[in-house]
């Protein structure tokens, strides 16, 4: 055969070729003999793996290798588009090279049409041939029939994606008879992956932000990489795979490139025409797309722009009874699930759902509740949702109970305090126009589903269903479990921090509390939230409640610095930055507590109070009078913080040096303070002076008892008026001094100084 004749036809395929690229190569080769066969570049490692391990008996070509002017016949199978060829693309254009062409994807405007072409819709393209195959009765080997058989499998996800066809099954099914061998089909598709794509797996689930677009759970997962790897698609299809989501797309920043890869399970949410938005392509379930000299933030605002565009509504969010949605994950909690919840919670929990079944109402725990319950967390703040007339719902359970009940009409909701104090809140979920099957427990109303959607964060929507025939069903439509398993904070919207603001101090306090991270979508649209100012839409109220919360965490510390770090702190007042001194004293702060609060023998104090004072530590008292004011601050909480408006660094100074010091001359200075404050100057102090006055005066001076009472000054012979207190402050001098010890001692004072 001449030089001529050897490249005269060709055989190829997409760019990074697949195993439905691979096998429909070899099955063309069987209608064109004299074919060589090409790839335009390195195809994808499953690809190679397979051709290292089973295709000895293939011969591939690099494009290189190829004397292009030679070539007279070009057979494109697995693609139609000219820029997915590489360098072969320039012999689509050339005169004289006749083009054959053999495709199951979907027509776009960008496809090249041949001199002769084979499209069908099938899931591969290696099934639209091996009908040509069989029509033409060509005979096929064994190790030909595995081959093909895997391009089938790997292209319709083992003949489960929507795009699988009869013909695909026929396909398989006379491969198999040929000899097909599924064992090494079954390798292929589950190789297991290799470290680096392994660490690259493990980005892009970490950046995981999932969003509702018309109803529909979508999933984008990002990451940047130094080097690059062929074998990326394979990983956005297992992220679809683990994750319960509708649509996953990644995107990879590969040096200088981002390939964008997305996957579907449903028809509503055609990938392949949103990476043709990005200039690439692919089927309606599994597309990809690669983008040059692009930022990954950029690509990825046009990827949320594009999906707004491109995906339809899911029929599921019309609330109709036909689409009473199954949640995503319903499972029944188990026994040691409910460790944490005391015993007669327990029993109330049941009781509750007991007497909704009896009112044929659907009864959930819901809210924080749940999260903690999840988390192996005590958390006694019922949070209840009824599916129907939660007014006399809540009668009921007052009388039960015998409970204080407060019913709020125009919300439907209803708060009820038992009498050993426990509180419940209780919301109804509004009942629907229609009836529902009351035997289907397996369906949860939409109504429930309705006052979940409303809520902050995944870890906050979650319920639990109470009536005795569910007890203990986990409903969790928007994967908040997956989010406590991850450590991610998570809204459920778009809109979420503009709609409620109060949620951005939240998202950062379930963040530092559990030590847990916004997903990087929340962070952003919380970033854009505070960038808008939207927290000065709330009132001072709101915003000084919200501050309280935050600052009663058991270390707020880096829930501060994070609010410093994100600019909210500032917002809230300009002056309000937070310095290393300040930030130093925040976190001394639990150690202070630990050490004094037994010590303090059940003395009660406001922790917030004192991470306050270590926040305001640096202000001037101007600035201090002014935050009090603006956020309406209780008179208690403003005298409390009130010794800061005073030189209170000069207090410090004098009772820092190491000249003695009377008892009395300290207790003098410190009067006025706050056991906040003290409990403040304690965390502040370094100087040991400082130190032990602070801690005499606390657990000595402060609290001493005097020896005297107004009746001994009575019957000294002294004439009750201001007089009394003079005296009372004198024996306290005395006694605190160590010169009067007991009551004798003190009469015998007064006696004295009085004769
Ligand atoms: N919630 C919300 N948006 C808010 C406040 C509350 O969606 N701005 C919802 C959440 O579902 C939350 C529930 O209402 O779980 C109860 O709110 P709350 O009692 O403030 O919070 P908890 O979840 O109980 O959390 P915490 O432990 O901080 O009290």
């Known amino acids: 055969m001449s030089e001529i004749q050897e490249f005269s036809e060709l055989i190829v395929s997409h760019s990074n070729a697949d195993m439905d690229s691979l096998a429909a190569m070899a099955a063309a080769n069987k209608l064109y003999p004299a074919a060589k066969l090409v790839f335009p570049d390195s195809p994808d490692s499953s690809v190679q793996e397979f051709i290292t391990l089973h295709g000895g008996w293939l011969h591939i070509y690099q494009t290189k290798e190829i004397p292009l002017e030679k070539v007279k016949k070009l057979i494109i199978v697995d693609t139609r588009e000219a820029r997915r060829l590489g360098d072969l693309r320039e012999l689509t254009e050339k005169q004289g090279v006749e083009i054959h062409v053999y495709d199951h994807h979907p027509t ?49 996800g083992s003949l489960s994606f929507p795009t699988t066809t009869p013909a695909d099954l026929n396909a398989a099914a006379w491969l198999l008879e040929k000899g097909g061998d599924l064992k090494i089909v079954s390798d292929i598709l589950n190789r297991p992956l290799s470290p680096l794509q392994r660490d690259l797996l493990k980005e892009l689930i970490l950046s995981g932000s999932f969003s509702q677009i018309e109803g529909h759970e979508i999933l984008i997962t990002k990451a940047s990489i130094p080097y690059y790897t062929s074998d990326v698609s394979l990983l956005t299809q297992r992220i679809l795979d683990l994750e319960k989501v509708h649509a996953v797309f990644s995107l990879i920043q590969m040096q200088k490139k981002i390939f964008l890869i997305g996957r579907s399970t449903l028809s509503a949410i055609d990938v392949s025409e949103i990476c043709e938005e990005f200039g ?122 015998n409970a204080h009940l407060k019913i709020h009409e125009p919300f439907k909701t209803a708060v009820l305090i038992l009498p050993d104090r426990l509180r419940i809140d209780l919301a109804a979920a509004r009942a629907e126009s229609y009836a529902r099957p009351a035997a289907l427990p397996e369906v949860v109303g939409t109504t429930l589903k309705q006052d979940l959607t409303r809520r902050d964060f995944t870890i906050n929507a979650m319920a639990v269903k109470l009536n005795p025939n569910d007890f203990g069903k986990l409903i969790d439509f928007f994967g908040g479990q997956r989010d406590l398993q991850h450590g991610m904070i998570r809204v459920l919207h778009n809109s979420s921090f503009s709609d409620d603001p109060t949620r951005i101090f939240r998202a950062v306090r379930y963040e530092q509390r559990y030590g847990f991270r916004m997903d990087p979508h929340t962070e952003k649209l919380l970033k854009e939230g ?226």
């Open 108 to 156: 776009t405007y960008r496809d090249i049409v041949g001199d002769y072409n084979y499209i069908k819709q099938a899931g591969s393209t290696t099934t639209i041939l091996m009908e040509l195959i069989r029509e033409k009765n060509l005979p096929i080997a064994t190790y030909e029939a595995t081959l093909f058989l895997t391009g089938i499998y790997v292209d319709t």
């Open 280 to 401: 690439g392509g692919g089927h309606q379930t599994a597309a990809s797309a690669s983008l040059k000299g692009e930022n990954l933030e950029k690509v990825e605002e046009k990827l949320i722009h594009v999906l707004k565009q491109k995906i339809k509504p899911s029929l599921m969010t019309q609330n109709t009874p036909q689409n009473l949605q199954k949640p995503i994950l319903t499972v029944t909690l188990k026994i040691e699930d409910w460790r944490k919840v005391p015993e007669e919670i327990l029993k109330l929990l049941k009781k509750t759902g007991e007497i909704a079944a009896e009112q044929n109402l659907n009864l959930f725990a819901a809210g924080g509740f749940v999260r903690d319950l999840l988390l192996g967390i005590k958390n006694l703040d019922l949070d209840l949702v009824v599916e129907g007339d939660s007014i006399s719902f809540s009668k009921k359970l007052a009388e039960t109970f």
């Open 530 to 755: 505070v960038q808008s100012k939207v927290i000065l839409k709330l009132s001072s109220d709101r915003i000084r409640n919200e501050m309280i919360l935050l600052l009663s965490e058991k270390n707020p510390a880096p829930a501060i610095q994070r609010m410093g770090k994100l600019k909210i702190l500032q917002l809230l007042h300009p002056s309000l930055k937070l310095s290393g001194t300040t930030l130093q004293l925040l976190e001394q702060i639990p150690e202070t507590f630990t050490h004094y609060t037994e010590k303090l023998q059940g003395e009660k104090f406001d922790p917030w109070i004192v991470y306050a004072l270590a926040l305001f530590s640096e202000l001037t008292s101007s600035e201090i009078e002014e935050l009090l004011i603006k956020y309406r601050f209780t008179l208690k909480a403003s005298q409390k913080v009130g010794f800061m408006k005073t030189n209170w660094h000069l207090l410090i100074h004098e009772l820092s040096h190491s000249d003695p010091m009377e008892p009395s001359e300290i207790s003098k200075k410190m009067q006025g303070i706050s056991l906040e404050g003290i409990l403040f100057f304690m965390a502040y102090s370094k100087n040991p002076f400082l130190k032990e006055r602070l801690e005499q005066y606390l657990l000595k001076y402060k609290n001493a008892k005097l020896l005297i009472s107004g009746e001994d000054l009575k019957k000294i012979g002294l004439k009750p008026g201001p007089v009394y207190r003079e005296w009372f402050e004198k024996v306290k001098k005395e006694q605190l001094d160590g010169n009067l010890q007991t009551r004798e001692q003190a009469l015998e004072f007064l006696r004295r100084s009085l004769s």
